[in-house]
């Protein structure tokens, strides 16, 4: 068998194509394979206009396809495309090769093991393995992305989250929008005001989703995200995170520390000092080392401990059955905080009192996980998954980048497409 038929065979061809010439490159490294046409090609190309018969017009000058190396060796692919006219309506049309991927420059194979490096490496690291240009790889990144975004549907989506994530420092966000039933990315975009929400809403209903068919959208306590939900979807009853209700009564805990570590005596500097991470824990996480601190200081009956204890009872209150339980406990939980903090010296426990007007405020929405179940776990998983997917696209020139490699990763988009 000749090289030619070789190459031939396991580049699948078929008979409307045939590889006439192959030769190695030894100064470059690079083996190159001519392609050209069969007259067979013709009795299956179609006019793209009216199906019409065809017949060869001419050529188009000699056209370069990246595709996978031979051995460790870069392989080209080289043609000159027919161009093909309809013998009814007259049009001109470039007949498309079948190695051809989205991208002009690559043939399907090298697309998807490009892909398939893109998800696990950064660009700059791909670019170098393969021997492209990271400006090449994201445009064809960018068509890859484009093409599956474009088929994807949202015609089930009832359940939303929406998060804020931030870009780089300098309140630089990016609001997502995730389907929480499928654990998919949806859309996202620049910015974390109500306007946001108008974007999503169009990008949903350009893929056969509906406005008034989502029922439940998981958030944190955003005023803006709140007004753009009441303007742009009638149905969906807001339901705030658990997880954003103890991430405040976290941070509150540690501004209680922070007070009374300034305020306090020097007793009370060596109690907390380091103690930062000690108050984030459950009581069943800490070490035997950490139960014995937590014990000594318990034992000096500091506010800290006190909020702690707060947070503690807080958290239990999502273990209630019901919603009409959850309540009751949540208003007896803001009456404690707030008649434990009018006997703190110098407002110590003010922060405490803040999560208790919070919980009050926002209550409806709080209680409405009891009915629907729904947590942003999905979304806070996102994090993680957002800062690997900057140390991906380390080196982006905008947030578009960024975005394109968000879907890529988190869309579950149906990738590669050809």
């Not at 001109?92 to 420059?105: A, C, Y």
């Not at 942003?376 to 997917?389: D, H, K, Y």
């Amino acid at each position: 068998m000749t090289p030619e038929r070789l190459f031939h065979e396991l580049l699948g061809l078929g008979l409307n194509w045939e590889v006439v010439e192959s030769r190695f490159e030894r100064e470059s490294g690079t083996v190159h394979l001519a392609v050209r046409e069969t007259p067979q090609l013709w009795d299956l190309v179609r006019c793209p206009k009216d199906t019409g018969l065809v017949f060869c017009y001419d050529h188009t000058e000699v056209l370069t396809w990246r595709h996978l190396n031979v051995f460790q060796h870069r392989c080209e692919i080289t043609c000159r495309l027919p161009r093909g006219k309809c013998r009814q309506c007259g049009h001109v049309f470039r007949v498309r090769p079948p190695w051809e991927g989205l991208s002009t420059h690559f043939t399907k194979e090298f697309e998807a093991f490009a892909l398939l490096l893109m998800r696990e490496m950064p660009m700059s690291k791909v670019a170098e393995l393969v021997g492209e240009t990271d400006t090449r790889l994201w445009r064809m990144l960018f068509r890859q992305v484009d093409a599956a975004y474009a088929q994807a549907d949202f015609s089930n989506v009832c359940c939303v989250g929406v998060d804020e994530l931030s870009v780089r420092k300098g309140h630089e966000y990016l609001s997502v929008f995730a389907d929480l039933v499928k654990k998919r990315v949806l859309f996202a975009t620049e910015g974390k005001d109500h306007g946001v929400w108008v974007k999503f809403i169009a990008a949903l209903e350009t893929h056969n989703g509906h406005r008034h068919a989502v029922t439940q959208v998981s958030m944190d306590m955003s005023p803006a995200y709140q007004k753009g939900v009441k303007e742009t979807c009638r149905n969906a009853q807001v339901v705030f995170d658990k997880f954003h209700v103890v991430m405040n009564v976290n941070k509150a805990v540690d501004l209680v520390r922070r007070a009374e570590v300034r305020l306090g005596g020097s007793g009370v500097w060596a109690a907390l000092h380091k103690s930062q991470w000690l108050w984030r824990k459950n009581p069943e996480s800490l070490t035997e080392k950490e139960t014995a601190r937590m014990a000594g200081i318990e034992e000096k009956s500091l506010h800290t401990a006190k909020a702690y204890q707060m947070r503690l009872v807080l958290q239990d209150i999502y273990r209630s059955p019901t919603a009409g339980v959850a309540r009751h406990r949540f208003r007896g939980w803001c009456r404690w905080v707030r008649w434990v903090a009018r006997k703190a010296p110098k407002n110590l426990l003010r922060s405490m009192v803040k999560v208790a007007d919070m919980v009050e405020k926002h209550l409806a929405g709080i209680l409405a996980h009891w009915k629907w179940g729904l947590t942003n776990a999905f979304m806070e998983g996102l994090n993680s998954v957002f800062s690997a997917t900057k140390r991906k696209a380390r080196g982006y020139r905008s947030t578009t980048h960024l975005i394109a490699m968000l879907y890529f990763t988190a869309a579950k988009l149906r990738l590669p497409q050809f």
